[in-house]
């Protein structure tokens, strides 16, 4: 069987995206502005049904086995390598960030808490970029809005922006309130997603012309 071109570099951008991406989570939730568009819908279905059955580790691996399969009818090209990470890594990571950054940091003031905010969104956008362009495969959440862009030919942004607000809305009806976070994502992580991907991620793996490079 032979490996895609540059596989050790897609290896390391799919895994390192897969975890940046957990701990922008993390310092989502501890920025108490709310947290991304998928995980306001995530964990306000959490909140709401399993918080007392399950941890949310446990639970996350159960959402995205339901949605993987939803995605290998519609989707299957894009599961892969990042996918499974994603699967059974980002939950564990989320709670590992938050427990970390409350011991180091357990009463931010809002200047603190504006910070963590910044660096959730550049660094949730930053890795969605690198491990979808990684090729390897996205998260189940992700592959949505790239299917639905490629085949009605609405530019990924568009598409991610409406995916993001149906997120949000589930969310708030299950009773997590959205904060200025995850509007700001709501509205930004397509653009942001396709910034990253036209002035690092791309050129980090074909090179600056936009060809496949040595290594």
Known sequence: ???????????SMTTSGVIFCAIAVGFFKCSQFGVDPFQCFAQ??????FEHLVSYGIYYIFLSGIMLILDLFVARSYMGVATLVNMFLTGYVVDFTCLIINRLCPNPTLAVRIVFLAIAVLVMCFASSLYMTSNL?????????I???????????????????????IG????LMPGVGTLITAFFMGPLIEYFNHS?????????NGKPTKG
């Not at 708030?172 to 009773?175: A, H, I, M, R, V």
């Open 147 to 169: 299917v639905i862009s490629n085949k009605s030919k609405i530019p990924f942004r568009f598409v991610r922006i409406t995916c993001d607000l149906i997120c949000v809305i």
């Open 137 to 145: 495969g996205v998260s189940v959440y992700d592959a949505i809005p």
């Open 1 to 11: 069987m032979k490996l895609p071109d540059h596989f050790q570099k897609r290896v």
């Open 200 to 208: 690092f991620s791309e050129p980090f793996l074909f090179g600056r």
């Open 44 to 49: 306000g279905i959490w909140g709401h049904f």
């Open 172 to 175: 708030t009806l299950s009773g």
